[in-house]
């Protein structure tokens, strides 16, 4: 080989390892803003990675997913979405609420964000309108802050007796001041005494389960919280060992072993953040991509629960059950 061709193999060599790195540069990379863990996300992620797939999109071959989780602690959401803005990813997918969808709006103006699940998103001022997100904001909103009276009614149902109807909340959740708002309403409607708790760490919610034995109160309400949502197993053991019917706002819970939920699919959710993630890849605005919401709510009974728990379910629930597990 003489000095000539030498140069052109060398010059042929750099021109296709600047190729490669253009196109690996190429690549989009989502930034994944957790408020939880990811062992009780793993349906959730799923789902999301689920509807990625559907419009294309496979982590790993034609896209980079980058995992930021606070493991519950909202307080380190802030500076998990800084981080993901710096790496400069081409979309932020924030699953947790408004806890995480906040963060990453603070964070910036520029990145397209899509959130998973938030509740009146208008309302928080995450977006402009349902139809017309405006801004750099879209996403899925389940209207579960918006069912918790529903919630209520539906327990009131199942325990009659019941003359107070405790309701747990998380008080670092941002929207903890309204659900009581909504909920002591309903329970005014129903004249229904209702005793707040508030658990933001584990041992809290063991301390809330306890007392709702020393005041004897055989009925709870879950909040739609993230920090719940993680814990759903751990709730679902309290409330069998206290003996106290709980209502849940997913399906998860009853399937692990609560008595009753009501409320919009949170996979269903995040399968549709996948899409809306997928068509802002494409070249789709946030702002306008109208906000995804749920066109069907899911009531799950555990009979099985139910038994354990010495209730017997009126007819007029089970009529009205999607899923009745037994």
Known sequence: MNRRELLLLLGATITA???LRAQQKAMPVIGYLGSGSPAPSNPFTAAFLQGLGETGYVDGQNLAIEYRWAASRYDRLPALAADLVARKVDVIAASGGLEAAVPAKNATSTTPIVFFAVSDPV???LIASLARPGGNVTGVSPLSIELMPKRLELLSELVPQAGAIALLVNPNNQQTERVIGDVEEAARAKGVQLP???????????AAFASLAQLRIGALIVTADPFFGAQRDHLAALASRYSVATIYPWREAAAAGGLISYG???PAACRLAGILVARILKGSKPADLPVEQPTRFELVVNL???????????????????????
């Open 264 to 266: 919009s699919s949170i």
């Open 17 to 19: 390892g600047r190729g």
């Open 304 to 326: 099985k629960t139910a038994k354990a728990l010495g209730i017997t379910v009126p007819p007029s629930i089970l009529a009205r059950a999607d899923e009745v597990i037994e």
């Open 123 to 125: 309302g928080n001022r």
């Open 196 to 206: 707040v708790l508030k658990a933001s760490t584990e041992s809290e919610i063991d």
